[in-house]
């Protein structure tokens, strides 16, 4: 697990990254000292999914936000508008 990004700290929400064309999917927790994530599907506050090369663009805001998100919006949306350089 590793922690950095103390720009997206938080008080223990969680979201799940999930690759629909490979098998490949990646926790995030977003802690009072930055992000802690690591690889693997767990319960999450808010799950993403998408083809991987789509998550990548989605996160660097090259795509739009997908259809496709299960749980707490407000925690994805809180995520985007926190992690913008």
Do not use: C, K
């Not at 690759?19 to 000292?33: C, F, G, K, L």
């Not at 799950?47 to 919006?73: F, Y």
Request: aromatic content about 10%; charged content about 30%; cysteine-free.
């Amino acid at each position: 697990m590793f922690e950095l990004f103390e720009s997206l700290a938080g008080a223990g929400e969680t979201l799940q990254f999930h690759a629909t064309d490979i098998p490949r999917s990646w926790h995030v927790t977003r802690t009072t000292s930055g992000i802690a994530w690591d690889d693997g599907d767990r319960d999450a506050d808010v799950t993403v999914a998408a083809p991987v090369r789509d998550l990548l663009l989605i996160l660097n805001r090259r795509l739009p936000s997908p259809a496709e998100v299960d749980g707490d919006r407000d925690v994805w949306e809180r995520w985007r508008a926190d992690s913008r350089f």
